[in-house]
């Protein structure tokens, strides 16, 4: 295996259990962050802007809030979980001028110091402890006794025991209950943007809504269409989520097992994998972090235009519709 995984056996969580621990941002990973660390016993402050809506909810869940400034003052642990393309501007302004000798400085995605937008002083250790699933997984795994594995990283050793201290941090999360994995923040962010980029979210939506009109541009009914190609993608990937290829291989039929070789290397094809292998240069030369920010910079023009074009689009009204229909596919 070219990958190492650390289990419980393999972390000392007195030493998160130590430090002072600040969680700056309260959205999806903050909270679970937060809340996870709580309950394994570390000393949590969150820090937020004066006036943020979460500051309430994050008081009525049992924590202590306070300003950016002052958690970032108080801790000697500062996991920052505000929005990629803001860490910049905060980092700069709230944490920076309250690091001191030793302190750690941590991260959940290793975006703003590999390209360079955060430039953490010599005298810190810098982390990264990322779950690879979404915040609210990352909870509601810890509060059932599981974990949502994570990749831990290190980009600076200031004080020699950072890797120990990024492992202990990932026990606090609940990672060590399934498998904490050693990577750097290199890797981290060059493989995490090209999945969301090429296969999990902008391939897998651009390949439903491809399906989904073909189909109804050939007459078919949207409704019909919508289970093909949307409703069943979940039972598919589940079954290869629980247990491989050849068993989602075997629980489907023959027909549907010889289309799957018959068709998919016609859909994603040598084309496809070219274009693949063009999204993650641009990933690895800096491109698509330049495009992303500077459409950040403009007030996320873009974004916002693309968000209104797929909410607008027929299969989410069809989704909609049926979903409306099936009790069993809670809100
Ligand atoms: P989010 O958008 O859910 O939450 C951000 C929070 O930051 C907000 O709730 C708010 O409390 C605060 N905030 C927003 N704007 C701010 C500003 N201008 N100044 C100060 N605070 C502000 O963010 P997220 O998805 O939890 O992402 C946080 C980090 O975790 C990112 O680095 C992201 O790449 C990483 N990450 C996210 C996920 C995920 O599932 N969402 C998974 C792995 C890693
Ligand atoms: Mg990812
Ligand atoms: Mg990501």
Redesign the pocket.
């Known amino acids: 295996m070219a990958v190492t995984i650390y289990h419980e056996q393999d972390v000392d969580p007195r030493i998160i259990q130590g430090r002072k621990v600040a969680i ?9 962050h937060a809340l996870n660390l709580r309950d394994s016993g570390c000393d949590v402050r969150v ?3 004066e006036g ?3 500051w309430k909810v994050a008081e009525e869940a049992g924590l202590r809030v306070t300003t ?1 400034d002052q958690a970032a003052e108080e801790a000697d642990f500062v996991m ?5 393309e ?2 910049a ?2 980092y700069e302004r ?1 944490i920076a001028p309250h690091l001191k000798e030793g302190d750690a400085l941590a ?3 290793g ?2 110091v590999h390209y360079g937008f955060i430039k953490p002083p010599e005298f810190v250790d810098v982390v990264m402890i ?9 909870r509601r795994q810890y509060t059932e006794g599981s974990g949502v594995p994570d990749l831990a990283c290190v980009e600076q050793d200031h004080t020699g025991s950072a890797w120990d201290l990024a492992l202990s941090y990932a026990w606090g999360l609940g990672g060590a209950r399934s498998g904490i994995i050693k990577s750097t923040f290199k890797d981290e962010t060059e493989e ?1 943007l090209f999945g969301e980029q090429a296969v999990l979210c902008g391939g897998l939506v651009e390949m439903i809504k491809a399906g989904f009109e073909t189909l109804t541009e050939a007459g078919y009914p949207p409704e019909l269409a919508y289970f093909e190609v949307y409703h069943e993608m979940k039972m598919i990937v589940d079954l290869m989520y629980e247990s491989g290829i050849h068993f989602m291989n075997h629980s489907i039929s023959n027909t549907a097992e010889y289309g799957e070789y018959y068709a998919g290397p016609k859909v994603i094809n040598d084309e496809s994998r070219r274009a693949m292998r063009e999204i993650l240069a641009r990933i690895q030369d800096g491109s698509f972090a330049r495009d992303f920010m500077d459409d950040c910079a403009n007030g996320h023009a873009w974004l916002l235009e693309q968000r209104r074009k797929i909410n607008e689009h027929e299969i989410e009204r069809t989704g909609e519709n049926i979903r409306s229909m099936f009790s069993w596919i809670k809100k």
Request: charged share 15%; net charge neutral.
């Open positions: 700056i941002g309260y959205g999806s990973q903050g909270h679970a820090g937020l802007r943020s809506p979460s950016i920052i979980l505000v929005p990629d803001k860490q501007e905060v709230h991260f959940a995605h975006f703003n990322a779950p690879k699933g979404p915040g609210h997984i990352v995490d």
